[in-house]
T-cell receptor
Framework: GEDVEQSLFLSVREGDSSVINCTYT??????LYWYKQEPGAGLQLLTY?????DMKQDQRLTVLLNKKDKHLSLRIADTQTGDSAIYFC?????????FGKGTTLSVSS | NAGVTQTPKFRILKIGQSMTLQCTQD?????MYWYRQDPGMGLKLIYY???????DKGEVPNGYNVSRSTTEDFPLRLELAAPSQTSVYFC????????????FGQGTRLTVV
């Protein structure tokens, strides 16, 4: 079945780059997503990538996809304290989204 | 611009009580979902619906029921609350299409004591 794995915590200093990694198991996934959850709030879509792409850049965000290894990463350049949140990787499985456990990003000044 | 609205925001239930978590969306989305979020466990899909009158089980449906009589509303019913159902519940919706974004409600924090 589908399973999405992420490391649980990442701590960086303000101004550094953050890289959050994710592995997924369903090779038929056509879209992969990154969602952000701030404390006490729901999830908001940050970005997504189609499975025939290797990379997608959107301002400070860079998504890399290695389809052979089923590995997805999210790089946040010039990380700010406002980036502190939980980041979820998700893959589309049929009509539903399957989420990873989430990576808590802590940014210190 | 309401989006996805969940009520209530917080609720404490006693073991064995029942309740309905409400979810409504005003975006005319066909697809709606209920997830539960437990610390360190990510989001688990409880039930989903691809349109009015159609519902299907997700990964963790036991102890829950849903209905979808209209496009807008997707209530989640707990019949006999158990401590294991203490969680944060999120409703989400999205339109049809491959790359479409799912929109989430603010969540309902439920405690069963």
């Amino acid at each position: 079945g589908e399973d999405v794995e992420q490391s649980l915590f990442l701590s960086v200093r303000e101004g550094d780059s953050s890289v959050i990694n994710c592995t997924y198991t369903d090779s038929s996934s056509t879209y992969l997503y990154w969602y952000k959850q701030e404390p006490g709030a729901g999830l908001q879509l940050l970005t997504y990538i189609f499975s025939n792409m290797d990379m997608k850049q959107d301002q400070r965000l860079t998504v890399l996809l290695n389809k052979k290894d089923k590995h997805l990463s999210l790089r946040i350049a010039d990380t700010q304290t406002g980036d502190s949140a939980i980041y979820f990787c998700a893959e589309k499985a049929g009509t539903a989204l399957i989420f990873g456990k989430g990576t808590t990003l802590s940014v210190s000044s | 611009n309401a989006g996805v609205t969940q009520t209530p925001k917080f609720r404490i239930l006693k073991i064995g009580q029942s309740m309905t978590l409400q979810c409504t969306q005003d975006m005319n989305h066909n697809y709606m979902y209920w997830y539960r979020q437990d610390p360190g466990m990510g989001l688990k899909l409880i039930y989903y619906s691809v349109g009015a009158g159609i519902t299907d089980k997700g990964e963790v449906p036991n102890g829950y029921n849903v209905s979808r009589s209209t496009t807008e509303d997707f209530p989640l019913r707990l019949e006999l609350a158990a401590p294991s159902q203490t969680s944060v519940y999120f409703c989400a919706s999205r339109p049809e299409g491959m790359s479409t974004e799912a929109f989430f409600g603010q969540g309902t924090r439920l405690t069963v004591v």
